[in-house]
Structures are given as structure tokens and as C-alpha cells.
């Protein structure tokens, strides 16, 4: 018979070696009997991962979590990217309580963190961005920063990329490459798609590069003038030609990830958004770079767009900013974010954006990746762990790419290495045993996503990538790959 929760081991005390713990079956009975209360009374329309898995979490510390059965799972997702420091770090939890205790929202009135928090932002990101605008989550930063892109440029369209992810309101669902605004439309006109350069399955470079003076393509290597397997150049003719031909009137701004994070770890040639911001240069308008997903540490540096060594015009922020407290952020330049319609009075407010409580979250969050070395030990750890699941293609044949950088990392699985046919219910069964294993990751389909806390130290990361050849081994014999 199962313990109560409550008489289990304390999350604190877990040391290295110890989880998982598994004490029944994933999900246990415990889960499955208030999963299915809540079924009652809840939206359908939860994440693919909650509803496949049906688990009901009762705690988490750093990198453990802990189902209302007592089983303790390592997290290998933190919370959907969100908690880098690691589930109720101490000095977040005491931050938020101490504020709780004083004021938690008053509109946006001015209050002494806020500052802090805005100050301390220009001074961590590239570049001259230095103005904040502070909301309640990512796509409502994302609504905000079309919104300013249009103020400042004039412009009235705005173009994003194939396979990117920017959020499910009506506004945002405009610039979704995912499929999440299938079933949603007609959508608000003005929002185009544009091809992202994928290495894994490019849709232009081939073989050899045609592009005059840039040579062949090496095999997995990489073209004469490019800096990726696949000619960036190519994408951005092709991109800038495509601008021209869909646009009706002046485009106010380019939105893109640095790393498709959604669409499963899509990481593109070192020089594409250099030439990409060139390119909104040339066009007169504003490029906008979606760190939601990525920012705050999550790639071994503090911005995923520092590895491409470019200042954006609008930078946005979410998911990793308040330790799982909710909060979002877009930060611009002195010129940029005084525009208007955006800053006349309440052209730029939200009700939620900037409260005490976020606010609180995001200061103790930004103070612990800046002195706790997570964001450098994402970075070492998580080189260790791409060379682990590279070593692994050898021996199983369901691996088709292994990517990422820091602690963002994507397994692709594929049924063909040739045909690269997707392997989505092979990646449904592994993402199962994995969490029946005692680890939890992000996405039960073929892109099997992976993001630790920051704080995972090396050896419990790769136990857990010891438990997912386990269940790898154990997916491809169910599937006759082995």
C-alpha cells in the first residue's frame, strides 16, 4: 500500500544517486482518480504531454517532482521551459513571499522593483536595448511588440517563419508555423510566412550550392561562404523575393525565434540572422527576436541570439524570466519604444504587466542565474549531454538528429533515416516508458524535447539520458527496429 504523500521522503533531502523514485506505476492510482475528477471540469484542450501522461504533480525542488503517488521524477522538462533555476528555488520562494506580505498589484503604478527589474534588463541584454515594457506572459509580449513595430515604422505587415511558435491569441496565431491556427480562421490579414532554414530537412541547397561563387556542399559539411549544410543566402533571396511579392503595403517587422523551440529545437546556420538583419535593414523594418522560450540562460547564455553575434530592434522575454511566476517582458531602444500610438497614455499598459509579485520572481531569478553558475553549467553539461545522444545514433536506428545548444536539446526520431518519415507514435510509446522510468519530458511525439533546470548538475542529467536509451532500446523492440 502506498504511503501518504506527506510521510515521504523530504525533496530536499534527495540526494544525486537516489531519484527516481518510483513507488507505483506512471501515472499511479492516486493520479488517475484526480485526473479524472478533473476531466469533469476542465478544458479538454491541455498540453499534449499533461494529456498523455495523466499525471498529477503535488510538489517540485530544483530538479526533482514529486506525483501525488510519492513517486519522484527527474525533470527533464522544467515545466514547459519555464522554471531555469529549478523548481521553488529558495531565493525565488522567499522573494515572492516577502512581497506577498506587502503589496501584489496596483495597475501600473510605479513600485521600487519595478525599476530595479527594468534597470537590471539593460544592463543583461545586447546591445542599446534599454527600454521595458513589462506584461503578465509571453504572447501578450508578442501583441505588444507588433504593436510597436507598427508605431515606429509606419509599416502594416509583419512576416514570421515556418515551423516558429508565437503564442495562441487570434494576434499571435497570425504568425504560427506550428498548426496550432488550423480550424481559427480567416486570421487578421497582414501576418505572412516565410521558410526557416532547417540543416535537418532543408527545403533549399541540395547538394551543391548554386549560389554563384560559394562551391559545393561537403557532404554534412558545410558550403564555401556558409557557415551551416545548407547556403543562408539562398533563404534570404528567396525570403526578401517572397516579402515582395506578398506585400500589399510596408512591412513594420521580420519575428522570429533564434531557436525554434515549439517546432523542436530547429537551430540554423551562425550567420542567417546576421544576414537576416541586414535584410530588415534594407527593407526599413524592425527585427524582432522571440526569447520566450530561449532567454534567460536556457542556451548556455543568457540570449540565445548572443551565439549569432546580432542586436535585435525589439527583444521579447517569458517562460524562464520568473522562475514559473507569471511575467513577460519586451525590451527595445530609447528611439524604438517611444513611438507612437504605442506610448501615448495606456498604449502600452497591461493590467497584470509589471505587478509586485512578477516583478519579485524575475529580480531573485535574474540574482541566482547571475551568481549560482547555472547558466555556465547549462552550457558545459549540456555539450556532455549532445555527445552522449550523438554516440547513440550508431546503435539505434529510431535516432535521426540529435540537436541543440545549453540545455535545449531535441531528439528527432524518424521510422527511415533516408525518407526521414516521422516516428511520432514511436516517440508517444518512449516518451511513456521514460516517464514510467521516473523522468519527464516535454512533448510525447517525434521531436522528444528535452529542457533540465539549469541547476541539473551532470550526474543526474546523465542518468536520466541513461534511462532514456533504456527506454529507447525498449521503444525500437516494440516497434521491430531491433
Known amino acids: 500500500m502506498t504511503q501518504p504523500v506527506q510521510d515521504m521522503i523530504d525533496l530536499r533531502d534527495v540526494r544525486e544517486g537516489d531519484a527516481p523514485i518510483m513507488l507505483t506505476e506512471s501515472p499511479g492510482p492516486k493520479s488517475l482518480e484526480i485526473w479524472e475528477k478533473e476531466c469533469a471540469y476542465i478544458s479538454p484542450g491541455l498540453s499534449g504531454s499533461t494529456s498523455t501522461s495523466r499525471l498529477v504533480l503535488d510538489e517540485g525542488y530544483m530538479s526533482y517532482l514529486r506525483d501525488v503517488d510519492g513517486n519522484i521524477y527527474i525533470d527533464f522538462s522544467s515545466g514547459v521551459v519555464m522554471t531555469n533555476p529549478g523548481h521553488c528555488h529558495p531565493k525565488v520562494v522567499e522573494a515572492i513571499n516577502q512581497q506577498t506580505s506587502r503589496l501584489m498589484n496596483v495597475h501600473d503604478h510605479a513600485v521600487p522593483n519595478r525599476w530595479e527589474l527594468c534597470k537590471k534588463l539593460a ?25 510597436l513595430a507598427k508605431s515606429y515604422t509606419g509599416g502594416t505587415e509583419v512576416y514570421s517563419f515556418w515551423n516558429g511558435f508565437h503564442g495562441k491569441t487570434l494576434g499571435s496565431l497570425g504568425l504560427d508555423g506550428t498548426g496550432f491556427s488550423k480550424g481559427f480562421g480567416p486570421l487578421a490579414p497582414g501576418f505572412h510566412r516565410l521558410p526557416y532554414p532547417n540543416p535537418y530537412r532543408p527545403l533549399v541547397g541540395g547538394e551543391v550550392c548554386s549560389q554563384a561563387g560559394h562551391g559545393a ?7 564555401s561562404k556558409c557557415t551551416g549544410p545548407l547556403c543562408t543566402d539562398r533563404y534570404i533571396s528567396f525570403i526578401e523575393k517572397a516579402i515582395e511579392t506578398l506585400s500589399v503595403g510596408k512591412p513594420a517587422a521580420i519575428i522570429a525565434e533564434p531557436i525554434q523551440g515549439a517546432g523542436g529545437t530547429v537551430i540554423p546556420p551562425l550567420d542567417f540572422f546576421k544576414k537576416l538583419k541586414a535584410l530588415t535593414q534594407k527593407l526599413g523594418c524592425l527585427l524582432i527576436i522571440d526569447e520566450i522560450l530561449t532567454g ?55 493590467s497584470f504587466g509589471g505587478n509586485p509579485m512578477a516583478c519579485a520572481a524575475a529580480m531573485a531569478n535574474i540574482e541566482v542565474l547571475e551568481t549560482e553558475g547555472y547558466i555556465e553549467n547549462a552550457a558545459v553539461v549540456g555539450e556532455k549531454l549532445l555527445r ?4 547513440m545514433k550508431s546503435s539505434h536506428p529510431l535516432i535521426g538528429d540529435v540537436r541543440g545548444m545549453g540545455y535545449l536539446i531535441t531528439v528527432e526520431l524518424v521510422k527511415n533515416r533516408e525518407t526521414k518519415e516521422v ?17 519527464l519530458t516535454i512533448t510525447p511525439k517525434a521531436n522528444l524535447r528535452m529542457a533540465p533546470p539549469l541547476c541539473m548538475t551532470e550526474p543526474v542529467a546523465m542518468k536520466a539520458l541513461d534511462i532514456f536509451e533504456e527506454a529507447l532500446a525498449e521503444t525500437e523492440k516494440e516497434f521491430g527496429y531491433a
Open 423 to 439: 516516428a511520432d507514435a514511436e516517440g508517444k510509446s518512449m516518451f511513456l516508458k521514460m516517464l514510467n522510468k521516473g523522468v
Open 217 to 223: 556542399l561537403a557532404e554534412k559539411g558545410a558550403c
Open 123 to 147: 544592463e543583461i541584454t545586447p546591445g542599446n536595448l534599454k527600454r521595458t515594457q513589462l506584461y503578465s506572459g509571453g504572447t501578450e509580449t508578442v501583441e505588444a511588440a507588433i504593436r
Open 296 to 350: 534567460f540562460g536556457r542556451t548556455g547564455k543568457w540570449w540565445a541570439i548572443e551565439h549569432f553575434g546580432v542586436e535585435p530592434d525589439i527583444m521579447l522575454m517569458g517562460k524562464g524570466m520568473g522562475c514559473g511566476y507569471p511575467v513577460g517582458a519586451l525590451i527595445s531602444t530609447e528611439e524604438i519604444i517611444k513611438s507612437k500610438p504605442f506610448a501615448n497614455s495606456s498604449g502600452g499598459s497591461s
Open 388 to 391: 552522449k545522444l550523438e554516440g
